[in-house]
């Protein structure tokens, strides 16, 4: 599924046209991510899809990370100021230009894994019932050298939402994708948690509906 879906198949899931809403929008917050940022946003441009975009908020920047991402000249990317309030509130603000029915956040400093959107965004499309999906992952070095894979034991598809609701958080935010209604419904990231307001989302997730764990690194 991963490598091989034909055009007729990225068609139905991705269907191309001029200025209805995108399938996916990725919302990457961003301050002073000038060693990471542009190797990120390659990992996400580099998806097996062709109805994507990813919103870049800069907090900011004190570096040349502005720069570096206009450098890239990417089409898919829109680089967008941010309220300089911190990671919640930059989220938040990308949020309000999102044309995706799919939202999936992505720190300025992590990867992509081949074939992640396509795999989820298929999984949520033949699963109307789950309102997110998310995965495993690994840490890496700044070199990129790999530290440790997690959840390799969780090796079954599961419905986390039971998890979710009694407090319990298994893996980050950023292998996640989110329909774009639940945040509609529920509302954006809670700014006042400063370095938790990932945990929080999830866990509002979970309460707000279905929410699936696959067994793949995302």
Not at 104 to 119: E, K, N, S, T
């Amino acid at each position: 599924m991963l490598d091989g879906a034909s055009d007729s198949e990225m068609t139905e899931i991705f269907p191309s046209g001029g200025s209805r809403s995108a399938e996916v929008s990725v919302i990457v917050p961003m301050r002073n991510a000038e060693p990471y940022v542009a190797q990120t946003l390659k990992s996400i441009s580099s998806q097996f899809a062709n109805d994507f975009e990813i919103i870049v908020v800069d907090d900011g920047s004190t570096d040349s990370s502005r720069a570096v991402v206009l450098g890239l000249s990417d089409p898919h990317v829109q680089l967008i100021d941010g309220p300089g309030r911190g990671i919640a509130a930059c989220f938040n603000e990308g949020l309000k230009f999102a044309r995706g029915k799919v939202i999936m956040p992505c720190d300025a400093d992590d990867l992509f894994v081949a074939g992640r959107m396509l795999a989820q965004v298929e999984w949520l499309r033949q699963h109307p019932e789950a309102v997110a999906v998310c995965g495993r992952y690994s840490t890496i070095t700044p070199t990129g050298k790999l530290v440790a894979s997690l959840l390799l034991d969780q090796e079954v598809v599961q419905d986390i939402s039971a998890e979710l609701v009694s407090g319990v958080v298994r893996t980050s935010f950023c292998t996640y994708a989110v329909r774009k209604l639940v945040f509609e419904t529920i509302g954006c990231c809670r700014e006042y948690f400063e370095t938790a307001q990932d945990i929080d989302m999830q866990l509002r997730i979970g309460e707000f509906g279905r929410v699936d764990f696959l067994p793949l690194e995302v």
